[in-house]
C-alpha cells in the first residue's frame, strides 16, 4: 500500500510538473499572439473622392448612384451620418466624414442646390457656404492573405450598444463576471450531452469562442474542449474584459462571400447591410448578433424566414432583460432583414482595374506586406467614368451582335480611359463583363495595332523636315524583304489617290502614302518616336510595323496617346495616388511627373492632323451624335485582314483607347470606325468631356496654303486651307489664283487654335 501511495505521488508531481510546463507554454503563445499582430489585414483600395464645389458641372444620377454605392440610405429626414433628403433641385445629404491621409474630414449636414447639371451651391447645417467638400472614398476591393479571411477592424466604442448588450445576453450573459469560463455553462452542457450520448452543446461563454476560433479550431471534441478551458482562464487572467471583447468582436465568423470568410462585425455590417457598423439600426444589429449561432444556418439571404425568426428571437431576448422597451422590440420586428443585394455593391465591381493596382503595388512591396499588414491605397479610380466605360463597351457590343449575328457572337473588348492632363487612370474595362475576374484585356490583350501607329510615322516626318503641306505620293510601293518576297500595302479601298496632302494622308488613313512616308524617313526613327511616346516594348523593325503589325495592348497604346493628347509631355499612367499603413502614415506617394519627348511646335502640328480625322476623316462619324462645336482629336485603327478595331482619341480632360476583337482572332465584319469608334462615342456622349483646346506654340505660324500644290496662297483663292507651320518651314512659292475665289468654313479650326 506505501509503495502503491508513493508511486501515486510520484505520478502526481509529474503530472503536475507536465502540466505547469504546459500552462506555462499555453500562456506564452496566448500572450505572444494576443499582443502581437493578431490578424493579417487585408489591404484596402480605395477610389477617388467624390469633391463637391459649387460650381461644379455633375450630374445627378451620376451623385445618386454614387451615394448609393456608399450605401447611403435615401429617407425623409436625414438626420444621421450616411442619409440623404432627395428633392428635383435640391438634396440634403448627412455625410459620414473619412480620416484622409491629409486631413479628417467629418460628418456634415450638406444642403446641395442644383441648377441644370451643375451644382450651384452647397451650404452647412447653419446656412453657410461651403467651398468644398469631399465624401468618402468608395472600397473597390483588397488583397487577401492566403486563408482569405477578410475583415474590418472596428473599436469596441465603435460598435453599437445594442450589439454589446444582445452578444452578452444571447451568448454570455455572465461575461462581466466570470473569470473566462462559466461552471454553470459547463455542468448544463454536461447534462445535455450526457443526456444525448455524443458531443452537442459546449457551454462556451465569449472567452471560449474566441479562444476557439483564435488559437484553435472549431472541431467539436473533447480534447479541444478541455484545451480550451485552461486557455480561456489564461486569457482572462492577463486582459480586460473590453480587451477581449473588441477582439471577439472583430475575430468572429460571420458569413462566406464567394471564397472569402466574412470575419468581425465591421465587415459583416457592409456585407449585409453596406454600411459602417455604427449605422446600424437595432433591427440590423440583432441580426447580426443571432448569425453568431450559425451564419450558414440563418443566411439571410438563403434562409430569410430562418434569419427573421433568430433576429427577432434576440429581440425577445433583448426586451425581457430590460435592455430595450416593448415598443421598440415590436417596431423591430415589423421591419424587414433590409440585406443588400451583395452584386449592388461597389466592391468587387472592379476587377480589372484592381488588377492595374496590384500589378503597381507589387513592383514595391513584396506580397506578404500588401495581403496582411491592413495597407491602406488611395486610387484614381472615377466610379462614374467607370461605369460610363463599361455601359459604352457592353452597348456596343450587343448592338454589333445584333446586327451582324453569329460571326461577332463572342465579341469581347478592352478599354483605358485616362486624364490627358495628369496621367491618371480613370477607369479600365478588361472585357464585356465588366465584373469578370479572368483574362484582362485592357492589359493583357496583344493585338496588332494597325492605323494606331500612324501619328508615330507622321510625327517622324514631321521632325525629318516634311510639313503638313507635303505632298505624299500615294502610289502603289513594293518593298523587298530578306526572305526573297516583297511587302506591297494596299489601300482600305484598294484605290490608289496621286499626290496628297500630308495632314490628309493621315485624316484618310492611306496606307500607301504612309509607308512610302516610313520607308524614307526609315523605320529606326519610327521605333525611335514610338520608344519616345512611351511604348516600353522594343519593335520589330520591320516595313510592317508602319502599318500597325506590331501588337500591343491597350493599355500599352494609351501611353503613347496619352503622351500626344498631353501635348508631348510624357508621364507615368497612374492608378495609385497614395499609400498609407493601416494608421494612415504615408508610405508611398506617386507626384505628377513628367518629360517633355516630342517639341510642342511638332505636337501642335499632329494634333491639327488628329483633329483632321475627326472631322474630315475615319472619324467624322463622331460628330453625328457630339456637337460640332466640341473639338476632339483621334485615330482609327483596323489590323490586317479586318482581326481587330481599334480607336484611340481625346478631348479636353478625357483620354480613351478601345480594342474590339474575337479571342479567337476570327475576322471581324467591320473597321475601327464601325466598332470601337462607336463605344468611344459612346462614353464621350455621356462624359460631355471639355472640347480639346490646343495652345499655340510660339514657334507656329499660319499660312493659307494651296491644297493641290502645297503652295502659299490667299485665303480667298479656291481649294485653299490655314495650315500651322514652325517658322522658317512654310512653302516659299506661291500659287495662281482663279478668278472665282471662294471662303471655304473651317471654322472648327479657328475656335481650336483661338
Given at each position: 500500500m506505501?509503495?502503491?501511495?508513493?508511486l501515486?505521488?510520484?505520478?502526481?508531481?509529474?503530472?503536475?510538473?507536465?502540466?505547469?510546463?504546459?500552462?506555462?507554454?499555453?500562456?506564452?503563445?496566448?500572450?505572444?499572439?494576443?499582443?502581437?499582430?493578431?490578424?493579417?489585414?487585408?489591404?484596402?483600395v480605395?477610389?477617388?473622392?467624390?469633391?463637391?464645389?459649387?460650381?461644379?458641372?455633375?450630374?445627378r444620377?451620376?451623385?445618386?448612384?454614387?451615394?448609393?454605392?456608399?450605401g447611403?440610405?435615401?429617407?425623409?429626414r436625414?438626420?444621421?451620418?450616411?442619409?440623404v433628403?432627395?428633392?428635383?433641385?435640391?438634396?440634403?445629404v448627412?455625410?459620414?466624414?473619412?480620416s484622409f491621409?491629409?486631413?479628417?474630414?467629418p460628418?456634415?449636414?450638406?444642403?446641395?442646390?442644383?441648377?441644370?447639371?451643375?451644382?450651384?451651391?452647397?451650404?452647412?447645417?447653419?446656412g453657410?457656404?461651403?467651398?468644398?467638400?469631399?465624401?468618402?472614398?468608395?472600397?473597390?476591393?483588397?488583397?487577401?492573405?492566403?486563408?482569405?479571411?477578410?475583415?474590418?477592424l472596428?473599436?469596441?466604442?465603435?460598435?453599437?450598444d445594442?450589439l454589446?448588450?444582445?452578444?452578452?445576453?444571447?451568448?454570455?450573459?455572465?461575461?462581466?463576471?466570470?473569470?473566462?469560463?462559466?461552471?454553470?455553462?459547463?455542468?448544463?452542457?454536461?447534462?445535455?450531452?450526457?443526456?444525448?450520448?455524443?458531443?452537442?452543446?459546449?457551454?462556451s461563454?465569449?472567452?471560449q469562442?474566441?479562444?476557439?476560433n483564435?488559437?484553435?479550431?472549431?472541431?467539436?471534441?473533447?480534447?479541444?474542449?478541455?484545451?480550451?478551458?485552461?486557455?480561456?482562464?489564461?486569457?482572462?487572467?492577463?486582459?480586460?474584459?473590453?480587451?477581449?471583447l473588441?477582439a471577439?468582436?472583430?475575430?468572429?465568423?460571420?458569413?462566406?462571400?464567394?471564397s472569402r470568410?466574412?470575419?468581425?462585425f465591421?465587415?459583416?455590417?457592409?456585407?449585409?447591410?453596406?454600411?459602417?457598423?455604427n449605422?446600424?439600426?437595432?433591427?440590423?444589429?440583432?441580426?447580426?448578433?443571432?448569425?453568431v449561432?450559425g451564419p450558414?444556418?440563418?443566411?439571410?439571404?438563403?434562409?430569410?424566414?430562418?434569419?427573421?425568426?433568430?433576429?427577432?428571437?434576440?429581440l425577445?431576448?433583448?426586451?425581457?432583460?430590460?435592455?430595450?422597451s416593448m415598443?421598440?422590440?415590436?417596431?423591430?420586428?415589423?421591419?424587414?432583414?433590409?440585406v443588400?443585394?451583395?452584386?449592388?455593391?461597389?466592391?468587387?465591381?472592379?476587377?480589372?482595374?484592381?488588377?492595374?493596382?496590384?500589378?503597381?503595388?507589387r513592383?514595391?512591396?513584396?506580397?506578404?506586406?500588401?495581403?496582411?499588414?491592413?495597407?491602406?491605397?488611395f486610387t484614381?479610380?472615377?466610379?462614374?467614368?467607370?461605369?460610363?466605360?463599361?455601359?459604352?463597351?457592353?452597348?456596343?457590343?450587343?448592338?454589333?451582335?445584333?446586327r451582324?449575328?453569329?460571326?461577332?457572337?463572342?465579341l469581347?473588348?478592352?478599354?483605358?480611359?485616362?486624364?490627358?492632363?495628369?496621367?491618371?487612370?480613370?477607369?479600365?474595362?478588361?472585357g464585356?463583363n465588366?465584373?469578370?475576374q479572368?483574362?484582362?484585356?485592357?492589359?493583357?490583350?496583344?493585338?496588332?495595332?494597325?492605323?494606331?501607329?500612324?501619328?508615330?510615322?507622321?510625327?517622324?516626318g514631321?521632325?525629318?523636315?516634311?510639313t503638313?503641306?507635303s505632298?505624299?505620293?500615294?502610289?502603289p510601293i513594293?518593298?523587298p524583304?530578306?526572305?526573297?518576297?516583297?511587302?506591297?500595302?494596299?489601300?482600305?479601298?484598294?484605290?490608289?489617290?496621286?499626290?496628297?496632302?500630308?495632314?490628309?494622308a493621315?485624316?484618310?488613313?492611306?496606307?500607301?502614302?504612309?509607308?512610302?512616308?516610313?520607308?524614307?524617313?526609315?523605320?529606326?526613327?519610327v521605333?525611335?518616336?514610338?520608344?519616345?511616346?512611351?511604348v516600353?516594348?522594343e519593335?520589330k523593325?520591320?516595313?510592317?510595323?508602319?502599318?500597325g503589325?506590331?501588337?500591343?495592348?491597350?493599355?500599352?497604346?494609351?501611353?503613347?496617346?496619352?503622351?500626344?493628347?498631353?501635348?508631348?509631355?510624357?508621364?507615368?499612367m497612374?492608378?495609385?495616388?497614395?499609400?498609407?499603413?493601416?494608421?494612415g502614415?504615408?508610405?508611398?506617394r506617386?507626384p505628377?511627373?513628367?518629360?517633355?519627348?516630342?517639341?510642342?511646335?511638332?505636337m501642335?502640328?499632329?494634333?491639327?492632323?488628329?483633329?483632321?480625322?475627326?472631322?474630315?476623316?475615319?472619324?467624322?462619324?463622331?460628330?453625328?451624335?457630339?456637337?460640332?462645336?466640341?473639338?476632339?482629336?483621334?485615330?482609327?485603327?483596323?489590323?490586317?485582314?479586318?482581326?481587330?478595331?481599334?480607336?484611340?482619341?481625346?478631348?479636353?480632360?478625357?483620354?480613351a483607347?478601345?480594342?474590339?476583337?474575337?479571342?479567337?482572332?476570327?475576322?471581324?465584319?467591320?473597321?475601327?470606325?464601325g466598332?470601337?469608334l462607336?463605344?468611344?462615342?459612346?462614353l464621350?456622349?455621356?462624359?460631355?468631356?471639355?472640347?480639346?483646346?490646343?495652345?499655340?506654340?510660339e514657334?507656329?505660324?499660319?499660312?493659307?496654303?494651296e491644297?493641290?500644290?502645297?503652295?502659299?496662297?490667299?485665303?480667298?483663292?479656291?481649294?485653299?486651307?490655314?495650315l500651322?507651320?514652325?517658322k522658317g518651314?512654310?512653302?516659299q512659292?506661291?500659287?495662281?489664283?482663279?478668278?472665282?475665289?471662294?471662303?471655304?468654313?473651317?471654322?472648327?479650326?479657328?475656335?481650336?487654335?483661338r
Amino acid at each position: 500500500m506505501k509503495k502503491i501511495l508513493i508511486l501515486f505521488l510520484k505520478l502526481s508531481l509529474l503530472g503536475g510538473v507536465i502540466g505547469g510546463i504546459g500552462l506555462i507554454y499555453l500562456d506564452i503563445q496566448i500572450k505572444n499572439k494576443f499582443e502581437g499582430k493578431r490578424w493579417a489585414v487585408p489591404a484596402k483600395v480605395y477610389a477617388r473622392p467624390l469633391e463637391l464645389y459649387a460650381g461644379q458641372v455633375i450630374e445627378r444620377d451620376a451623385l445618386k448612384q454614387e451615394l448609393k454605392g456608399l450605401g447611403y440610405r435615401f429617407v425623409n429626414r436625414a438626420d444621421q451620418p450616411g442619409m440623404v433628403e432627395w428633392a428635383t433641385s435640391r438634396a440634403r445629404v448627412y455625410t459620414r466624414g473619412f480620416s484622409f491621409p491629409d486631413s479628417d474630414e467629418p460628418a456634415k449636414r450638406l444642403l446641395l442646390n442644383f441648377r441644370g447639371n451643375q451644382l450651384a451651391s452647397i451650404k452647412d447645417s447653419k446656412g453657410r457656404s461651403v467651398s468644398l467638400s469631399r465624401l468618402e472614398p468608395i472600397l473597390i476591393g483588397g488583397i487577401y492573405p492566403q486563408d482569405n479571411e477578410d475583415r474590418d477592424l472596428i473599436r469596441l466604442e465603435q460598435a453599437p450598444d445594442a450589439l454589446i448588450a444582445a452578444l452578452i445576453q444571447i451568448e454570455d450573459r455572465d461575461y462581466y463576471d466570470h473569470f473566462g469560463i462559466s461552471l454553470k455553462g459547463i455542468a448544463r452542457a454536461m447534462v445535455v450531452n450526457v443526456k444525448a450520448r455524443r458531443f452537442i452543446q459546449g457551454g462556451s461563454t465569449l472567452t471560449q469562442q474566441l479562444i476557439k476560433n483564435f488559437y484553435l479550431t472549431s472541431e467539436r471534441t473533447l480534447a479541444r474542449k478541455l484545451m480550451e478551458i485552461p486557455m480561456a482562464i489564461l486569457l482572462d487572467l492577463h486582459y480586460d474584459k473590453d480587451e477581449i471583447l473588441e477582439a471577439y468582436l472583430n475575430e468572429v465568423y460571420l458569413g462566406q462571400s464567394g471564397s472569402r470568410a466574412v470575419h468581425g462585425f465591421g465587415l459583416a455590417s457592409q456585407y449585409y447591410f453596406a454600411q459602417p457598423i455604427n449605422e446600424l439600426k437595432l433591427h440590423q444589429v440583432a441580426l447580426l448578433a443571432g448569425l453568431v449561432k450559425g451564419p450558414s444556418y440563418y443566411d439571410p439571404r438563403r434562409h430569410p424566414e430562418r434569419a427573421k425568426k433568430r433576429r427577432d428571437l434576440v429581440l425577445k431576448v433583448l426586451q425581457e432583460q430590460g435592455v430595450i422597451s416593448m415598443k421598440e422590440r415590436l417596431d423591430a420586428e415589423k421591419l424587414g432583414l433590409g440585406v443588400v443585394q451583395q452584386r449592388s455593391l461597389h466592391k468587387g465591381a472592379y476587377p480589372a482595374y484592381l488588377d492595374l493596382v496590384k500589378r503597381q503595388l507589387r513592383t514595391e512591396y513584396p506580397e506578404h506586406v500588401l495581403s496582411s499588414e491592413g495597407l491602406r491605397v488611395f486610387t484614381s479610380l472615377d466610379p462614374t467614368v467607370q461605369a460610363n466605360s463599361s455601359n459604352a463597351l457592353t452597348k456596343t457590343i450587343t448592338s454589333l451582335q445584333k446586327r451582324h449575328g453569329k460571326p461577332v457572337g463572342e465579341l469581347q473588348g478592352g478599354m483605358v480611359v485616362t486624364d490627358p492632363q495628369t496621367g491618371e487612370v480613370l477607369a479600365l474595362v478588361g472585357g464585356r463583363n465588366a465584373r469578370y475576374q479572368g483574362f484582362n484585356r485592357a492589359l493583357d490583350a496583344l493585338r496588332p495595332i494597325g492605323s494606331l501607329v500612324k501619328p508615330a510615322v507622321f510625327l517622324s516626318g514631321l521632325e525629318e523636315g516634311y510639313t503638313l503641306s507635303s505632298l505624299l505620293d500615294d502610289q502603289p510601293i513594293s518593298v523587298p524583304l530578306p526572305n526573297g518576297k516583297s511587302w506591297v500595302p494596299k489601300n482600305f479601298d484598294r484605290q490608289s489617290h496621286g499626290k496628297i496632302p500630308f495632314y490628309k494622308a493621315l485624316a484618310k488613313s492611306y496606307n500607301q502614302s504612309t509607308a512610302q512616308l516610313g520607308m524614307d524617313i526609315g523605320l529606326d526613327r519610327v521605333i525611335d518616336m514610338l520608344e519616345r511616346l512611351g511604348v516600353q516594348r522594343e519593335p520589330k523593325p520591320y516595313p510592317s510595323l508602319l502599318l500597325g503589325a506590331e501588337s500591343m495592348s491597350p493599355f500599352e497604346i494609351a501611353r503613347v496617346y496619352q503622351t500626344i493628347a498631353a501635348n508631348g509631355f510624357r508621364t507615368p499612367m497612374r492608378a495609385i495616388r497614395l499609400v498609407t499603413d493601416s494608421e494612415g502614415e504615408e508610405l508611398s506617394r506617386y507626384p505628377f511627373d513628367v518629360k517633355q519627348v516630342v517639341s510642342a511646335e511638332n505636337m501642335h502640328l499632329i494634333q491639327y492632323a488628329l483633329q483632321a480625322v475627326m472631322r474630315e476623316g475615319t472619324g467624322r462619324s463622331v460628330y453625328s451624335r457630339l456637337p460640332a462645336s466640341m473639338n476632339l482629336a483621334g485615330k482609327t485603327g483596323t489590323s490586317n485582314d479586318q482581326r481587330d478595331s481599334w480607336f484611340a482619341g481625346f478631348a479636353g480632360d478625357r483620354m480613351a483607347v478601345v480594342w474590339l476583337g474575337l479571342d479567337n482572332n476570327g475576322k471581324l465584319p467591320f473597321t475601327g470606325s464601325g466598332g470601337a469608334l462607336k463605344a468611344w462615342t459612346d462614353l464621350m456622349v455621356k462624359e460631355r468631356p471639355q472640347s480639346f483646346m490646343a495652345v499655340q506654340p510660339e514657334g507656329i505660324e499660319y499660312h493659307w496654303v494651296e491644297e493641290s500644290t502645297g503652295f502659299l496662297s490667299a485665303e480667298r483663292c479656291e481649294g485653299v486651307r490655314q495650315l500651322p507651320f514652325i517658322k522658317g518651314t512654310a512653302p516659299q512659292q506661291y500659287a495662281e489664283c482663279a478668278e472665282n475665289q471662294t471662303e471655304e468654313s473651317l471654322d472648327w479650326f479657328k475656335k481650336w487654335f483661338r
